[in-house]
């Protein structure tokens, strides 16, 4: 059974890079695109993007400037960049996969609680 | 991108009752939709897939309909642990985009 944990700094300042990690146990990272998705407090869920197998990414246009997704296959890890934050960018970020059919997300991660404060 | 717009944003039934909740897009997007259900404090939960269809292991009193913009998830006789926040969610187009969730909370 494929499991997804994500990991990072809790709290980041504003301007600076928000950096997490999401550890794959259980299948290969190989194939499927892993993605990231992030929820404000008491708010709803927003795609942030993928990355595929072959290395090709694909990023919500609301983010894309600021966003990179990158995976790391020995470790069986990506990760997620976003620079210049805000307290906006304040949310649970989610690293998840899709099932049996693209966009669909059957796996996800616990999810991680990210705040912007100085 | 394709906006998806939920109703209502909030409910309260009680156990037993049959509970409506609707989705529409902004654009035709097929059947390419899912439903989530997120309990407190969880990820969510795939329930439903293309429009109509019920997950493995998900109990039957989950149904979903529509196709084009308009869609629906119905939770025939509701029970105490239905108690979470529902999402649609669109897959036929990038960016992936979901309905703003509706709240369900038990009487």
């Known amino acids: 059974q494929v499991q997804l944990q994500e990991s990072g700094p809790g709290l980041v300042k504003p301007s600076e890079t928000l950096s997490l990690t999401c550890t794959v146990s259980g299948g290969s990272i190989s194939t499927y695109y892993w993605t990231w998705i992030r929820q404000p407090p008491g708010k709803g869920l927003e795609w942030i993007g993928y990355i595929y197998d072959t290395g090709s990414t694909n990023y919500n246009p609301s983010l894309k400037s600021r966003v990179t997704i990158s995976v790391n296959r020995t470790k069986n890890q990506f990760s997620l960049k976003l620079n210049s934050v805000t307290a906006a960018d304040t949310a649970v970020y989610y690293c998840?996969?899709?099932?049996?059919?693209?966009?669909?997300?059957?796996?996800w991660g616990q999810g991680i609680l990210v705040t912007v404060s100085s | 991108d394709i906006q998806m717009t939920q109703s209502p944003s909030s409910l309260s039934a009680s156990v037993g009752d049959r509970v409506t909740i609707t989705c529409r897009a902004s654009q035709v997007i097929s059947n390419w939709l899912t439903w989530y259900q997120q309990k407190p404090g969880q990820a969510p939960k795939s329930l439903i897939y293309a429009a109509s269809n019920l997950q493995s292991g998900v109990p039957s009193r989950f149904s979903g309909s529509g196709s084009g913009t308009d869609f629906t998830l119905t939770i025939s006789s509701l029970q105490p642990e239905d108690l979470a926040t529902y999402y649609c969610q669109q897959y036929n187009s990038y960016p992936l985009t979901f309905g703003g969730g509706t709240k369900v909370e038990i009487k």
């Open positions: 998840a996969r899709d099932g049996d059919t693209v966009g669909l997300f059957g796996y």
